[in-house]
Nanobody, 124 residues
Framework: QVQLVESGGGSVQSGGSLRLSCVVS?????MAWFRQAPGKEREGVAA???????KYADSVKGRFTISQDNAKNTVYLQMNSLKPEDTAMYYC?????????????????????WGQGTHVTVSS
């Protein structure tokens, strides 16, 4: 069983930064951040595995950074140079154990544990 609790969302102006946090209980070394804007499908944003291999959606490469602190059982999403199109509900997701090589780590179907979400609004 894995439980995830996100925090750190809020409102920011275009070009600003936010850092999202996801506190994890349970054993997982395969996690990701997703987002969903109103009327749109859930989109994989960034993923990280047990040896800090990361993967990013093209839309956030160079602006967002995913990281983890295993001592604090926390995964972070540092978001810089935010744009209005980044406005969405952001979710943390996980699968128990380690990522398998065949996982599509930015696909929502890969993950079976989800947090409640934290909202990010970017104004122009």
């Amino acid at each position: 069983q894995v439980q995830l609790v996100e925090s750190g969302g809020g409102s920011v102006q275009s070009g600003g930064s936010l850092r999202l946090s996801c506190v994890v209980s349970g054993y997982t070394r395969c996690m990701a951040w997703f987002r969903q804007a109103p009327g749109k499908e859930r989109e994989g944003v960034a993923a990280i595995d047990g040896v800090d291999n990361t993967k990013y959606a093209d839309s956030v490469k160079g602006r967002f950074t995913i990281s983890q602190d295993n001592a604090k059982n926390t995964v972070y999403l540092q978001m810089n140079s935010l744009k209005p199109e980044d406005t969405a509900m952001y979710y943390c997701a996980a699968v128990p154990g380690y990522c398998r090589s065949y996982y599509n780590r930015l696909a929502s179907t890969t993950y079976n544990y989800w947090g409640q979400g934290t909202h990010v609004t970017v104004s122009s």
